[in-house]
């Protein structure tokens, strides 16, 4: 069995199209039915914002793998500069069993996150017309900084400005050099939020404050699913969540939105719709489209299976003995 860690992942680099694209083909298994995916059960602690999380899932398909992450969230880990999550990804191969991998996949498990954003930037940009835009990322731990990196990487020629918003400092060494010259630390969230056209929330909150109207036909792409009020609602937003059973619960503004709103699934588009059945083909531009992606088991199965395939063929890793 092989051992990744995190030296591992971060020598082996990140070509943010190729997982854009794991992604975009795992959606496509989930849309036709070749996954499986249980709903993954939350372990508790009697401090209630602490919390491990149990992933499994079957890939099919060409990607045809099966595997379990265990990742927990802390989030007053950052007040004692730990990190807020730690993961492991054990894979198994789907025909016997074998185990085949083991990876410490906390930075996997960033790269899956700001990959799924990547492709949903994708997709709205390939229905839309839209011109230069302005970025605002409220939170910019290392979620954030990762979806900096995949903005950069992947959208540089659109982006006019990036505007960035932490409660701690931000060093300017953590901005992409390509985008720096373009890029405003500033000191309110507000100030990430309004006249942006794509507003990314990577924060450790738990419980909504965003209760500002956003600019016509922003996208804003909820990662951290607790930041916006019930509010949001009056805006006529189009909801896209990535797998409506998940991220309806454990306090999300989904769950809220649900038992305060009214919001049920079949107000909701799912990522796989949006990538392999086209429902924002007949969305006008002018609407605001609000992403909640609460982390699907089957993305990071299939982030870490490239990740083990791409380590075979470059020679990293240990071998651990049975």
Not at 78 to 93: F, G, M
Not at 260 to 273: A, H, Q, V, Y
Request: glycine share 6%; proline share 4%; charged share 20%.
């Amino acid at each position: 069995m092989l051992y990744l860690n995190t030296k591992d992942i971060l020598e082996l680099g990140v070509n943010w199209d190729e997982t854009v694209n794991i992604i975009k083909q795992t959606a496509a298994c989930i849309e036709v039915g070749e996954f499986h995916q249980p709903i993954k059960p939350y372990l508790k602690f009697p401090d209630p914002v602490n919390r491990i999380i149990a992933m499994p899932a079957y890939v099919g398909s060409n990607i045809n793998i099966s595997g379990i992450k265990w990742i927990s969230s802390f989030p007053r880990n950052i007040d004692k500069n730990i990190p807020r999550a730690h993961s492991i990804t054990v894979l198994s191969d789907t025909t016997t069993g074998q185990h085949l991998a083991t990876i410490n996949t906390a930075l996997i498990s960033g790269i899956r996150t700001a990959s799924v954003t990547g492709l949903f930037i994708k997709e709205v940009l390939n229905k839309r017309k839209i011109g230069n835009i302005n970025v605002g990322i409220i939170g910019y731990g290392p979620i954030g900084q990762l979806h900096l990196q995949m903005l950069a990487n992947l959208f540089d020629e659109k982006i006019e400005s990036i505007h960035l918003f932490d409660v701690r400092n931000i060093q300017p060494e953590s901005i992409p050099r390509q985008v720096i010259e373009r890029t405003h630390i500033v000191n309110k969230w507000e100030d990430a939020y309004q006249d942006c056209d794509l507003i990314i929330t990577c924060t450790v909150s738990v419980s909504g404050y965003i209760d500002l109207k956003p600019k016509e036909g922003a996208m804003l792409l909820n990662v951290s699913l607790r930041d916006y009020k019930p509010s949001i609602l009056d805006y006529k937003p189009v909801v896209i969540v990535d797998n409506w059973e998940e991220v309806c619960r454990a306090s999300t503004d989904i769950e809220v939105l649900n038992k305060t709103r009214g919001l049920c699934k079949e107000d909701t588009i799912s990522i796989s719709e949006v990538v392999c059945a086209n429902a924002l083909e007949h969305i006008t531009n002018e609407k605001i489209l609000f992403f909640n992606p609460m982390g699907m088991a089957s993305f990071d199965i299939s982030i870490a299976n490239y990740y083990y395939y791409l380590a075979l063929q470059n020679g990293f890793g240990k071998d651990l003995e049975d």
